[in-house]
């Protein structure tokens, strides 16, 4: 069975401060993890993957991701948060071959000035 | 490319009252998925067509919910004697292939209000 665990719901921060949002993913196959962020009012948009390779991933507006097999995470990262990058970020999870993703509860982001 | 879209963007419906939505997958994507967005429920997977055909629909609700694909420019989610607890953001999503690689390009989605 695959599943994802977000375990913060939600998460304040300063901006410019540093900012690591935690994603547990339980896979029976090679997983593809991705990271999408929901601004208010809009669709889920694509930060970053991870299919294979450096475990660590580049995405937009400078966020990244660690891939770690051992702990079956994949945490996300930022060095210095923007108050524009307030909203809700999921962690989701795909698996070779199949089509359905599973999402994550979601961490809402809250940047406080 | 102008993405994903969905109309209407906002819809509010009596109670009993039939709601039908659209999704204009993006050009070329072969698969298209439905989801449902509540605060209590999160993200839901309702149905997904690959190449205009019906794969699984195994989380549309047996009643009142329906979803089609005619062509492959188009998908419609009809639910029919709404009820308030349908009240959603009812999200549609592309992608390239049966979406093994798992990204899936979203629409804006539409939001449901049943009174």
């Known amino acids: 069975a695959q599943s994802v665990t977000q375990p913060d719901a939600r998460v304040t921060v300063s901006e410019g401060a540093s900012l690591q949002l935690r994603c547990k993913y339980s896979s029976s196959g090679t997983p593809y993890l991705f990271w999408y962020v929901q601004y208010p009012r809009q669709g889920l948009q694509l930060l970053l993957k991870y299919y294979s390779g450096d475990p660590v991933v580049q995405g937009v507006n400078g966020f990244e991701a660690e891939f770690s097999k051992s702990n079956s995470s994949f945490h996300l990262r930022k060095a210095s948060v923007h108050w524009s990058d307030s909203a809700v970020y999921f962690c989701v999870l795909s698996r070779t071959g199949g089509y359905k993703v599973v999402f994550g509860s979601g961490t809402r982001l809250l940047v406080s000035p | 490319n102008a993405g994903v879209i969905q109309t209407p963007r906002h819809k509010v419906t009596g109670k009993g009252q039939e709601a039908t939505l659209w999704c204009e997958p993006i050009s070329g994507h072969s698969a298209v998925f439905w989801y449902r967005q509540t605060i209590v429920q999160g993200l839901e997977f309702l149905t997904y067509f690959r190449n205009q055909a019906p794969i699984d629909d195994s989380g549309m609700p047996k009643e009142r919910f329906s979803a089609q694909m005619p062509n492959q420019s188009h998908s419609t989610l009809k639910i029919q004697s709404t009820q308030p607890q349908d009240s959603a953001v009812y999200l549609c999503?592309?992608?390239?292939?049966?979406?093994?690689?798992?990204?899936?390009?979203f629409g804006e989605g539409s939001k449901l209000t049943v009174l």
């Open positions: 999503a592309s992608s390239l292939g049966g979406g093994n690689t798992g990204q899936l390009y």
